[in-house]
């Protein structure tokens, strides 16, 4: 069991997560990921690492609430236990000096590609960042990339910060640079990184994306977490989670996504009230 030193909401329904796992701290790369279960009776979650302390001996994930098991685990107080925290897991993503690279982020990849830009301005890169979000008040850390990055572009949906819209008007802030990146590295939810995925080619810019997929014991074992790459079946926890954006079986791997939705949202419909039914000019309870 691993002590919760920090668990918080940083903006509405995601959280960050504060835990004591010297182990994982010593040995943990940027673009590695961590599988946390909240109580003995929770689903294995794989979770990216957004930061590490070596001498405070911690990790610290940042995570969206989206069905049973991370709601348990939102429900947590510091001081609590998880039961299980393991890892460091997957390949680390590559760092070295490639040139200008653009980190593109949104909702919880903005907490993972966090490490990844940090390392890749070690190496002496030069840092574009892309925020995509619904809204401004969406967008988290904001101040841990300004002093690595050296533009930071916002695409909202709703216009209140940047360009207005979604990772679609990518076009707009590749066009209006004087040079475009070496490679694009994409964190965040599976339209995010299969739609820039999309737009890079055409651009035939190098992208490379942290797969999220069902996964179970996250060592290659249960083969649930099976992805297409390049025509080949490929496990994201064993042979990513970081593949060929440009490569990868989109479609598929959006329906294997989903294939869970269900079980995941009826938690939340069975936390709901009852709603009162009208019948035959009655009011039902």
Not at 33 to 50: K, N, Q, T
Not at 141 to 148: C, I, K, N, Y
Not at 200 to 226: A, E, S, Y
Request: charged share 25%.
């Amino acid at each position: 069991m691993n002590k919760i030193l920090e668990l918080r909401m940083i903006v509405p329904n995601m959280h960050l997560i504060k835990i004591e796992a010297p182990d994982i701290a010593k040995k943990v790369k940027p673009g590695q990921f961590v599988i946390v279960r909240p109580d003995e009776e929770g689903e294995r979650i794989p979770l990216s690492v957004a930061d590490w302390d070596q001498e405070s001996g911690s990790i610290t994930i940042i995570f969206i609430e989206v069905g049973a098991s991370t709601s348990r685990l939102a429900s947590l107080k510091p001081d609590d236990y998880v039961a299980t925290c393991v890892g460091p897991l997957g390949n680390a993503t590559q760092i070295k000096y490639y040139g200008t690279v653009m980190c593109v982020a949104g909702c919880y990849g903005i907490g993972s590609i966090y490490p990844v830009t940090k390392a890749l301005k070690g190496e002496g890169n030069r840092i574009i960042t892309v925020f995509e979000a619904r809204s401004s008040y969406l967008i988290y850390w904001l101040d841990r990339f300004v002093g690595l990055s050296e533009k930071i572009f916002t695409i909202t949906r709703d216009g209140s910060s940047g360009y207005k819209g979604h990772v679609k008007r990518l076009p707009d802030i590749l066009h209006g640079l004087t040079q475009l990146p070496d490679i694009i590295i994409v964190n965040g939810c599976t339209y995010l990184m299969a739609q820039t995925s999309d737009v890079t080619k055409g651009f035939n810019i190098p992208t490379i994306v942290n797969l999220n997929p069902i996964m179970i014991d996250g060592t290659g074992m249960c083969g649930v977490c099976r992805v297409t790459v390049g025509g080949k079946m490929k496990f994201a926890c064993v042979d990513g989670p970081e593949f060929n954006g440009h490569e990868v079986d989109w479609k598929e791997f959006l329906a294997r996504r989903k294939a869970y939705m269900e079980e995941e949202t009826l938690f939340f419909r069975r936390s709901e009230p009852k709603p009162k039914l009208h019948k035959e000019g009655k009011c039902q309870g």
